[in-house]
């Protein structure tokens, strides 16, 4: 650039000086329409946090909404004493370990198997994979109740208004879509490390184990952070399966109970909102990379 | 690979093929056993339902008699059902528009600044994408509250009358909207990011070098190289907003007067809540035809992908 700019003489004098100017004024209006954004972006989760820092009197003398006057952890505090709370809470953090782990269990041999050892029926069966991903919650929730009063009849099993049968019904909701991930990355795998194993003698449970989960571990780790947040977030299923307060899990317990008729608690639920959605919030922070890195892989590889 | 070992031992004894053989059988065994738990819980829990759906709608209100189509023919006379369908199809497609733009836009203006400070930003604009919708929507819903309504705070401090935002047809429709671009251009932002990044540098320094305007850059480099990822997303969020039960749920739940209901809104009223299964069951059938059409458009592109690789 600077050789070129040489060459041509006096006339280059301008045209950098005009072309830094002309950055600088996007940069400047980048700046500018990225605040605008961000404001309406963040405007819900600052609206919950200064909820959540308000006194049931303070909001009720519906003084200036977007400002505390008497910041309290009171809501706060009360939400971590009340056993419905917490009974929420846990529901929803044993459902999604539990999914991560069977997800994680289904997903990955699959996806090895699929990707890496072809047969017969194994690209079809995988489009079929990405095809299933494409079937909506809101599809099949009403015959997944019929099935589950099915069950409930016939073996005696209570399936419905049992929040652990949420742990059989949202790895549909994750495994296809992490098998579906998993497959881009054993693919992405050069073909010579399985050759130089398969010479050393290892088998193919021992290829996937020693070699490949280590190497797509990137993979694993937002494969994880997927069924994670998906199982943390669901709404439909447990708002259709599951009645008994004992049995909610988190967003269905905020939405029907904590939110009576007209005796709105609103600073508690603000702050029940905002404790709720901690966890996903916590390891995006974290884990940020990651995460994106699963949020993309679904269109671009593949 | 197998064909390579297979090259390398020209002369084959009969002993060397019959472990051959031996392996490729444990091999393809190996596979489908992996790959089993899969196929169980697919089949079991995706694909049956999905099947006994259609069968279900085909009962009647006691779930004993074969009624066959009654139930769809009575749904395409029920002035409610149209509108559910003209609800559903007006969400989705504006909403998808709405993320699309936001998203495009906004990814451009966060891939204009420093290499350094694009983390920065681009983790404080996926926040709306990461908390759960439930969460986020009840926020929404006290945001738009008609005598606490925070927005409308802010706009009769700027002289405007109040707004009634969940109370109006007109007005929830426009809410429920607004909340699922909020929700969903996080998304596209991220998406529509990856994608520019993965536009060669040369290409706009050579339409530079030809006196291309910013205009003319955007219209003939970035927009047919990004094209794929545009059409994807697009489809990808055609399907997940089609088929959104969370926000008009919690927003709305259908009213006023039945004017925001989208089909899972609804498939849940009548089906869950009415106790009619197979009716809910013959609404949600409804989305479908637009899942099938996504579906096919998103499978196109990947086997083409796949063949060019």
């Not at chain 2, 998203?103 to 420093?114: E, I, K, M, Q, R």
């Not at chain 2, 945001?143 to 927005?151: K, M």
Request: positive net charge.
């Amino acid at each position: 650039m600077s050789a070129s700019a040489q060459a041509i003489g006096p006339r280059a004098a301008a045209k950098p000086s005009s072309l830094k100017r002309s950055r600088r004024w996007a940069l400047w209006w980048s700046y500018v329409f990225l605040v605008l954004f961000a404001i309406f972006f963040l405007m819900p989760p600052v609206y919950m946090l200064i909820m959540g820092l308000k006194t049931s009197g303070e909001i009720a003398a519906m003084t200036n909404p977007w400002w505390v006057f008497h910041p309290t952890l009171e809501n706060f505090k009360a939400l971590l004493g009340s056993t419905q709370y917490l009974t929420f809470f846990r529901n929803s953090a044993v459902i999604a370990v539990a999914v991560v782990i069977i997800t994680m269990l289904i997903a990955v041999p699959a996806a090895f198997s699929l990707g890496r050892m072809k047969f017969w029926g194994s690209t079809t069966l995988a489009t079929g994979v990405f095809l299933t991903y494409l079937i909506p919650d809101s599809l099949l929730f009403i015959p997944l109740f019929k099935i589950m009063a099915w069950v409930h009849e016939t073996t005696g099993i209570a399936l419905l208004n049992h929040w652990w049968a949420l742990i059989i019904i949202y790895p549909t909701l994750t495994v296809p879509f992490c098998t579906w991930i998993m497959i881009g990355y054993f693919q992405s795998i050069p073909k010579e490390l399985d050759e130089a194993a398969l010479i050393d003698g290892a088998g193919y449970i021992q290829m996937l184990t020693k070699i490949f989960l280590p190497v797509a571990l990137p993979g694993i780790i937002a494969a994880t952070i997927f069924a994670f947040t998906v199982s943390w977030s669901e709404f439909l299923y447990p708002m259709a399966f599951t009645v008994s307060t004992d049995q909610l899990v988190l967003p269905v317990g905020i939405v029907t109970t904590l939110i009576k008729g007209d005796v709105y608690n609103w600073g508690q639920i603000m702050a029940a909102c905002l404790m709720g959605a901690a966890p996903p919030l916590i390891i995006y922070a974290f884990l940020m990379d990651y995460y994106i890195a699963g949020l993309t892989a679904g269109a671009t590889k593949g | 690979m197998a064909n390579g070992i297979a090259a390398k031992a020209p002369a084959s004894s009969p002993a060397r093929r019959m472990t051959m053989q031996k392996l490729m059988r444990r091999r393809s065994t190996t596979a489908l056993a992996l790959a089993l738990p899969l196929i169980v819980l697919i089949s079991t829990l995706v694909i049956y339902p999905a099947f006994y759906a259609v069968y279900l709608s085909m009962l009647d209100r006691t779930m004993e008699h074969f009624t066959g189509l009654r139930n769809i023919l009575f749904l395409l006379h029920f002035d409610t059902f149209w509108m559910v369908v003209k609800q559903s199809c007006l969400f989705a497609i504006t909403a998808v528009i709405f993320k699309a733009l936001i998203g495009f836009v906004t990814s451009h203006f966060v891939h204009n600044l420093p290499a350094k400070g694009q983390r920065k930003w681009r983790g404080m604009l996926l926040v709306p994408w990461v908390i759960p919708t439930a969460m986020s929507t009840i926020a929404w819903f006290w945001l738009f509250d008609p005598s606490y309504s925070a927005i409308n705070w802010l706009l009769a401090k700027f002289g405007i009358e109040s707004i009634p935002f969940l109370g109006v047809p007109g007005w929830a429709r426009f809410s429920v909207i607004l909340v699922n671009v909020w929700y969903g251009a996080p998304f596209f932002l991220i998406m529509y990011l990856a994608a520019l990044k993965s536009v060669p540098d040369q290409l706009y320094e050579a339409a530079a070098i030809d006196g291309a305007s910013w205009w003319q850059k955007v219209w003939y480099v970035t927009l047919p190289m990004m094209r794929n990822i545009i059409a994807i997303t697009m489809l990808f969020s055609l399907i997940v907003t089609f088929a959104n039960f969370d926000i008009v749920r919690i927003l709305t739940y259908g009213g006023p007067v039945n004017s925001t209901h989208i089909f899972a809104t609804w498939a849940f009223a009548l089906g869950i809540q009415g106790n009619n299964i197979p009716m809910g069951a013959s609404v949600s059938l409804f989305m479908l035809p637009i899942l099938g059409v996504a579906a096919y458009f998103i499978l196109r592109d990947i086997n083409r992908r796949g063949s060019s690789v």
